[in-house]
């Protein structure tokens, strides 16, 4: 933290001394922060769903898929006879395309429905946040394995399951809604897949700080249409992204343990909240960097795609602090944290038990794609330096689990 406050104030010295770069429109920067309009978490906050419902209407199209559906039906129903309200269930296909969308969208104009209710994992939500385009939109997660709830984006997919695009709205979800009792009762890799995504969260932000990189809270802030410049990220994103790894360093062990034995605990609360909501605000409002486009760039090893999102950016943490050179001590605190809840530490956890250099190469390139996060960090990066980082991490993990660090 303390090498963070240096640099900035540093710059500031530096720059203030100057006028001429005080009238420079980059000092005076366009700084952006977006966040869901509320957001709620409790035990058994399912049977609440209902009062959020009828703040709009009477009736929600439920997006679902059908095995999350049973796991709450009993609080739906209570839920839905307590409030008055009712949920059109869409007969979720289990795919954000395009094709699903255009259906799920008519559907809700021919029942009149009066919000969007995106209930489940990845595939639900991003659904349900093309149906309601920005508007009158409900999130209930049913896992905690990434941060992607409270995000104003969605991904696209064909009806076969391969990448088609991404989708960005408005504004972000209207309702974040978490019922801790269900995320207790999930798989607990998803919750430690989720602190895998939420260990890059400071990592990425701290490089954004330092590099003055654009952020996507600034899209729906008129720069996505043109209409208006980039943005920065805020101090508040920031201080968030830190929470956010300080909350990990002390909670996420416990959280573990509660999770595994399905119980609701202060610690378990926390790295929900950590994981969602932290984690979420502090990427879009604070930017990505190397861990997230080096994640990006393993995807291309058939050996990885059996491994979660946030498993594989927990290694990718692990390459970026190589790519910086972080102080050993930051390091080990990050790789002890990894061992701990059972996280990645080298590239044969990801399921990438050889690599050659040309395929190394391969997976740098990827990820120093023009359009990648690669370039938020503070220093020029190259597909030589990416490999390099990527190649000292996996050495790095590998000593480590032997005791020799």
Do not use: W
Request: proline share 3%; aromatic share 8%; with cysteine.
């Amino acid at each position: 933290m303390y090498r963070i406050t240096l640099y900035l104030d540093e710059f500031y010295i530096i720059m203030l001394s100057s006028k001429k770069f005080i009238k420079r429109r980059g000092f005076l920067m366009r700084k952006a922060f977006i966040c869901p309009t509320k957001y709620v978490q409790g035990e058994d906050e399912i049977l609440n769903l209902g009062y959020f419902v009828q703040t709009y209407g009477t009736s929600a199209l439920l997006i679902a898929h059908p095995d999350d559906v049973n796991r709450v039906k009993n609080k739906l129903d209570e839920t839905a006879k307590k409030f008055n309200i009712q949920f059109v269930e869409s007969g979720f296909h289990g795919e954000c395309s395009r094709q699903e969308v255009a259906r799920l969208q008519q559907l809700a104009k021919e029942t009149n429905c009066s919000c969007t209710i995106g209930l489940g994992g990845g595939k639900a939500i991003d659904t349900a946040k093309c149906v309601a385009e920005g508007e009158a939109l409900i999130i209930v997660p049913t896992i905690a394995a990434t941060d992607a709830p409270t995000s104003h984006s969605a991904v696209l997919y064909t009806p076969e399951g391969a990448f088609d695009d991404y989708a960005y709205f408005k504004q972000s979800p209207s309702v974040i809604l978490i019922d801790t009792t269900v995320i207790a009762n999930a798989p607990v890799r998803f919750l430690v897949s989720g602190m895998g995504d939420a260990l890059s969260t400071y990592f990425e932000a701290r490089a954004n700080v330092q590099s003055f990189t654009k952020v996507n809270a600034g899209l729906p802030c008129g720069y996505r249409e043109g209409f208006c410049g980039e943005a920065k990220g805020t101090k508040a994103a920031f201080a968030l992204a830190t929470l956010c790894y300080e909350s990990l360093m002390e909670d996420g062990l416990k959280a573990k343990m509660a999770c595994e034995n399905h119980v609701v605990t202060p610690a378990l609360e926390n790295i929900i909240e950590t994981n969602i909501l932290l984690s979420g605000l502090g990427f879009e409002s604070g930017g990505l960097a190397a861990a997230h486009a080096i994640h990006d760039g393993l995807t291309i090893l058939e050996g990885t795609h059996k491994y979660f999102h946030g498993e594989k950016v927990a290694f990718g943490t692990i390459a970026q602090l190589a790519l910086e050179n972080a102080p050993m001590e930051e390091m080990l605190e990050v790789l002890n944290f990894c061992q701990s809840v059972g996280l990645p530490v080298c590239l044969e956890d990801i399921g990438v038990d050889s690599i050659t250099d040309e395929e190394l190469i391969e997976v740098a390139k990827k990820a120093c794609i023009p359009e990648e996060s690669v370039y938020a960090m503070p220093f020029p990066v190259t597909v030589e330096s990416v490999a390099a980082a990527i190649k000292a991490a996996d050495t790095i993990g590998k000593n480590f689990k032997k005791g020799l660090l």
